[in-house]
């Protein structure tokens, strides 16, 4: 099982994604901007203001509330088998 424990966004539209196992990734929304529920997060204050760990993965609360319903997730296994891993978080590139 893969457990998010914490998101930091980032200006760009990635975002640095923590696992419970210690493994850290960056993850590319970009390419899902433009479709979809996606489109509620296209504009960078967005973004970065929902972003959030819900369901134990990263999401973005759409509600304020910390809604495990209304909210726009991203399986965590996909995070974790389709993103670049990084070994210091202070490192961008």
Do not use: R
């Amino acid at each position: 099982m893969y457990n998010v424990i914490q998101v930091i966004p980032q200006e760009n539209f990635t975002v640095i994604v923590y696992f419970e196992d210690g493994v850290i990734k960056k993850y590319d929304a970009k390419p899902l901007l433009n479709k979809g529920v996606f489109k509620n997060i296209s504009k960078i204050e967005d973004f970065i203001s929902k972003c959030a760990v819900i369901n134990n993965t990263l999401a973005w609360d759409m509600s304020g509330n910390y809604d495990t319903y209304n909210c726009i997730d991203i399986d965590p296994e996909t995070i974790y088998n389709s993103s670049d891993t990084i070994s210091d978080p202070l490192i961008l590139n």
